[in-house]
């Protein structure tokens, strides 16, 4: 399974999610070429925006800055008109289906903002050309870079106001502070916004939020930012195969040689560990010193409950020592369900038994 992470220690916005992946490997020309299939009626990229993709240093660092210059004044659009002009493309139906849910979330936090409902929402800034290019552009790329998961490190907040067409908006902007619910954020001393609508309407439709996940890394992208900060503005992508998607713990193992129980006793032994805790024990024949026939003793359980199995090992059994372990456990996701285990190995049902 091939996913994606989102590094962002400065933030995150639709145009640089484009950039890092066009660094990532995104072809530019097929990314352009799909993007023409917008083309309709109603939007007319050529005479509306042009879009230009630069190389870009930030501090020593080289990325990819994608921007788009609206050429004339965009005019407002409904989220139905957006939806339609999506439906009406050439582009591919996951595609669409991908950019209209975005599109969808970002109107539903617009419409909460402003008081208002959905159908009311009329986009201004995050309405125009350049966020439609952005979250269509994003859901292109996701498309084609083969990704089938996304995970996101958490966000950052800019300090200071926003400068907006109304006047002054409190950092982040409503929109964005409200598409982030759920997400994981932190403050920070960066004066500026780091986190814009359209990155944060994409980002949180898509990902999941937290630590980057075990994978095998095939490419690294940065995308740049349009502002210069006191640290290198730029968002990171790593995309590459995931590790096997186990869960995984920690339990104890505990053992002992026992060559002095009678064996009629080991079905009540086995019985009372896992009566105090044990998660599995089993006993299995071995040859020991000056040829003594003997048994080994495997107990397996929590960390929190290894006393009370150590205390019915000494109990039930012969012994007068035991080796304890910490081993490390891979396993299936489990779930139990109208009487059913069923086990995940990631998304997929591996087994599926009677509980």
Known sequence: MKIAFFDCPTGISGNMILGAMLDAGLDKAFLLAELRKLQTPNLQLPKTAQIIITKANKQGIAGTYFNVKVKKTDKHRSLSDIITIIKRSKLSVRVKILSSRIFRRLAAAEAKVHGTTVAQVHFHEVGAVDAIIDIVGAAIGLEKLGIETVYCSPLPNGQGKIVHAHGLLPNPAPAAAELLKGVPTYSTGIRGELVTPTGAAVISTVAEFGEMPKLKIEAIGYGAGSIDLPQPNLLRVFIGAAELPTEHDAIVQIEANIDDLDPSLY?????????????????????????????????????????????????????????????????????????????????????????
Not at 299 to 312: G, I, N, T
Not at 328 to 341: P, V, Y
């Open 267 to 355: 079905d009540r032994a086995i019985a009372k560990l896992m009566k105090a805790g044990a998660l599995d024990a089993s006993v299995q024949p071995i040859r020991m010193k000056k040829q003594r026939d003997a048994v080994k003793l495997e107990v397996m359980c929590r960390p929190e409950d290894k006393d009370k199995v150590l205390d019915a090992v000494f109990t039930e059994t012969t012994t007068i020592g035991t080796r304890v372990s910490l081993v490390k456990r891979q396993k299936l996701r489990r779930l139990i369900s109208a009487g059913k285990k069923i086990s995940y190995l990631g998304q997929e049902v591996k087994r599926i038994k009677a509980e």
